[in-house]
């Protein structure tokens, strides 16, 4: 599958040399180093970072909750840092998000919830409010729970809730600010099931920011990687996935493949032969490539670790083996050729 | 003899008591319903204004707050003589229910304008937050979601308030202004009938416990969810 990049494909929200930094007892705190951004229509853009990285004040300066110290940030065309308020509150509207702690209204429904967004923007009739907060219930699942209270909801439902509303007045851009951190791992895949449903089907553009890099392979096209204020590395998610380049990257990485982790640390000395990771994408995963050229060739590999999942939709394997035999160079050269992706670890 | 007199033989007019009694819940409820209405907002530009809030405005809320703090610490019953030319110039009297409202409402209001800021300061940040997202103005977040969230803090301080209230009538009695403390100060200490002092402290007792629980009620009614 082709990955939308920049240039191709229309920016819908742009960060043009944008920089922020907190005033504290007289001092300016960086936050975030100066960078540009393009995030373009209709894709899952993630942004990973640790605690502190700065990914909540960078989400937070596409609908202007934080003013940045500087540069100017575009959405949709419209550039949102020279709006005044009511412009900016209009432009709010169109931009749809979503929370950690869900925050949503204790005091109100799960339909008053949902139908919040709608009355701020001035829908007065009861009818109209009752069909959409409907029809938004019954998209996130959670039809038959209308007349319930937030506090009668698990995890999940409540960010099902805060999804509804998010979408309730049909923005362009959904921003998801650590959505799933606060769910436990089954609650988190079917949240994302969903944003990735909702990305397919009303064709928004999702902005989200984690520290898991877990999530951003289940529905990001793109990631960026911010590390103390600045985004040091980013690219398409199968490629900063299978090829991290920063540390901290390669950090990410290794949590969300502990058993590649384990072997890197392995006592690779005591296995002869050369160490490989080989990575696979989309159709190699589908091909027996390497039977067959240890067939052809007469190679001998022993598997270390190994892992076949997907990158959203884009299938993926990556294998690390050890190698040996006479004509490893002219096996490695034939898998190369098949697409095959080959990084030597070990000699 | 009928047991009531054996009982208090010196209530002569029940009459008289009941009477007593109704000033005291008419005293009561008016005062409580101008320092809801003078407080809540007060409250709410309190909150405001205060450090880090939606309005930062720290010389506004530096003053307001001084205000608030001066009325609070003055003892009701000096207030209520300091505010004498005020309460006259309001009302035109000094004495009776009338005269009572002005320093009832002007004791009181600080008081709760602080129980309001305390319960919105409750109010989480990422509602509001949330809100703000939305696109709402500061007036759509003050009205569909700080008083809607703080609505149970809210109502325990209106019950806090008028308890207070109960006890700022009584006090008022001694300069005239009628109701239960005027009987209690009157009959009970000035002239040593300690029958009528007994009925005006239970009918006291009572009405501070009706009201706590009345407010008990809607504050657990407003904080279940």
Redesign the interface.
């Known amino acids: 599958m082709a990955h939308p990049s920049a240039g191709h494909f229309p920016a819908v929200i742009r960060f043009v040399d944008v920089h922020k930094s907190y005033r504290v007892d007289g001092r300016d705190i960086p936050a975030l180093q100066p960078f540009s951004l393009d995030i373009v229509d209709g894709e899952v853009f993630g942004i990973i970072g640790l605690s502190g990285a700065g990914k909540s004040t960078l989400i937070r300066l596409i ?1 202007l ?1 934080e003013r940045p110290s500087g540069g100017r940030i575009f959405v949709g065309g419209t550039e949102m840092t020279a709006l005044a308020e009511p412009a900016l ?5 169109r ?1 749809g ?1 979503i ?1 950690q ?1 869900f ?6 429904t799960v339909a008053d919830n949902v139908a ?2 709608l ?3 001035g829908e007065r009739d009861a009818g109209a409010l009752r069909a959409r907060v409907d029809e938004l219930l019954a998209r996130v699942g959670l039809g038959a729970h209308a007349d319930k ?4 909801l698990s995890g999940g439902q409540k960010q099902r809730v805060g999804i509804a ?1 998010a979408l309730a ?1 049909r923005p362009s851009i959904l ?1 998801c600010d650590e959505a799933t951190s606060a769910l436990d791992p089954q609650t988190t895949a079917s949240v994302l099931e969903l944003l990735a449903e909702i990305n397919r089907e009303l064709k928004l553009t999702i902005v989200l920011i984690t520290h898991e890099m877990d999530v951003v392979r289940r529905v990001c096209d793109r990631v960026a990687v911010l590390d103390a204020g600045a985004i040091v590395e980013r690219g398409a998610v199968a490629d900063v996935f299978l090829h991290p380049q920063h540390p901290t990257t390669k950090r990410f990485v290794n949590e969300a493949l502990p058993e590649e982790a384990a072997s890197e640390l392995a006592p690779f000395a005591r296995v002869s032969g050369r160490i490989l990771r080989l990575s696979f994408r989309g159709d190699a995963t589908l091909s027996p490539s390497l039977s067959r050229v240890a067939r052809e060739t007469g190679v001998e590999f022993n598997l270390l670790a190994g892992r076949i999942d997907r990158i959203k939709e884009l299938p993926y394997g990556q294998l690390t083996l050890a190698m040996q035999g006479e004509r490893v160079d002219a096996a490695l050269a034939t898998l190369r050729e098949a697409g095959i992706e080959i990084e030597e670890l070990h000699r | 003899m009928s047991p009531l007199q054996r009982l208090f033989p010196n209530i002569d007019d029940w009459g008289e008591l009941g009477r007593a009694c109704l000033d005291t819940l008419l005293m009561l409820g008016g005062s409580l319903a101008l320092t809801v209405l003078i407080g809540l907002p007060l409250g709410v530009l309190l909150y405001l204004t205060g450090k880090g809030q939606l309005r930062p405005m720290p010389k506004l809320y530096a003053i307001t707050s001084l205000l608030v703090n001066i009325l609070r610490s003055v003892p009701f019953i000096i207030l209520m003589i300091v505010l004498m030319p005020l309460t006259y110039a309001l009302v035109g009297t000094k004495l009776g229910i009338r005269g009572a409202i002005p320093p009832l409402v002007i004791g009181a209001a600080p008081f709760f304008a602080r129980l309001v800021e305390t319960a919105l300061r409750e109010v989480q940040q990422g509602v509001i937050e949330a809100s703000q997202a939305m696109g709402a103005s500061l007036w759509q977040i003050v009205r569909h979601v700080l008083l809607p969230e703080a609505r149970a803090g809210i109502a325990a301080g209106v019950t806090v308030t008028a308890i207070a209230l109960v006890g700022y009538t009584a006090m008022g009695g001694a300069i005239g202004s009628g109701g239960l403390g005027d009987l209690a100060y009157r009959y009970g200490y000035l002239s040593y009938k300690s029958d009528y002092m007994l009925v005006t402290v239970v009918l006291l007792v009572v009405l501070v416990q009706v009201l706590q629980m009345i407010g008990d009620r809607i504050v657990a009614r407003f904080g279940r969810h």
């Open positions: 609908n909750l509150r209009a432009q709010r509207r931009i998000m929370f702690h925050n949503l209204l204790a005091s109100q919040f967004p009355r701020l923007a209270y937030p506090s009668q509303r007045n921003l």
